[in-house]
């Protein structure tokens, strides 16, 4: 926890104490489940100064820097470097991208050796993926895996590897995505790496590859020790995302019930952590795919929880989805004019999304064909398969294409019923 010594230290215990009441923090808040109450009275009083992870540990929960802290207290190198490189370790967990850089960038400074960069480079390569900067990222995670040994690092290997995985997923090379996450879980199982959380997460990952090459009960299968090791371990969000996993796999196989199933309890998870961006991912699955069950109701009352959700925290894309989802809830409840105003409202919205933005054109289309408005209809449906085709989303283009088939043989149409009803056996082939 920390090194009692016998001379007060200079300004430490002064600046926690003040950033802990600048946060209007008891001493019981700031110790947290890490520390004691006992041991931050005694840092403040300056009776102990703290070791560098406990100092790591008061500093994220002030929302300071180490320098606020330290001031002009000396401190070794190699204590500055583990406590930029935890600091950076824990900006990473929160998602704190900005952070992560600086601390890292302050790290690098201390000329860290080799097995040091490689893990500050990983962390590095986490935050350039997060902006979607696919080269960068390929590029740190070389360097760092040239940089150390899998007899002696194979931890640190196993966690490059996992983000090359997760960053050749990002890019839709899913073959390339399974085999690096394949060398990652590999590793760890030959090295015998304890490391139940990271295990987990490449689980995750490699079972979310597996499904997008419909190799469904493989997929099934390692999402299910994904979940194993997640909830042995208390890492509710990959857990969380193992429900999440398993409720696709099983809507892909046609098991809608075990799917609504799973999506609950993805959604009771990312809700209890309060991941707002998956929580919303999940309310919209939720929803479509209970429309798609026939629980119209249900499906309503999950939409209308999405869109209340997403206008809260100001993402008017994930709202402008949930209106599409009531826009067909409106349809199904027959209520064409509802749907069409609402759908033709959303579609405005999600321009630039090429999927969600078919997806509104497809309630579009299906509502002017409900109000005889043929011609409209048509345009709607034709700019949906295009979309989708520029986009390379063959199953929802397909899925598009045979509804439309069905709306134009049930016109009379059975020519251009039958063309794209061949459409989408094409696509699905």
Known sequence: MGTIVTAQTPGLGERVRAARRERAMSQAQLAGDELTKGFISQVESGLVRPSVRSLQIIATRLGKSLDYFLGDVPLATEKRLAFHRLAGEAAAERRNWAVVRSEVEAALECAPEKRGRASLLRLLAQAELADGHHEVVFDRLAEGLSLIDVGHDAAEVAHLLYLRGVAYGQLNQVLAASEALEQARDTMERHEVND??????????????????????????????ALDLASA?????????????????????????????????????????????????????????????????????????????????????????AEVILARVSLEAGDAEGALATAKRSEKALEGDDRQRADALRVIGAAHDTLGAHAASDRAYRKAIELLAEASNAPDRAAVAAEYAKRLRARGDVESAFHYLEMARGVNR
């Open 196 to 225: 139940p959380r990271l295990r987990a997460r490449i689980l995750v990952a490699l079972g979310t590859a597996y499904r997008r090459l419909n190799r469904t009960a493989k997929a099934m299968q390692t999402y299910a020790s």
């Open 233 to 321: 371990s208390q890492e509710l969000r990959v857990a969380a995302q193992g429900y999440m996993g398993v409720a696709v796999s099983l809507y892909d196989a046609g098991e809608l019930d075990a799917a609504i199933n799973n999506y609950r309890r993805a959604l009771e998870l990312f809700t209890r952590i309060e991941d707002r961006t998956f929580e919303l991912s999940v309310m919209q699955s939720l929803a479509s795919v209970s429309l798609e069950h026939g629980e119209v109701d249900a499906a309503r009352e999950v939409a209308e929880r999405c869109l209340a959700l997403a206008r809260t925290a100001g993402d008017a894309r994930t709202a402008a989805i």
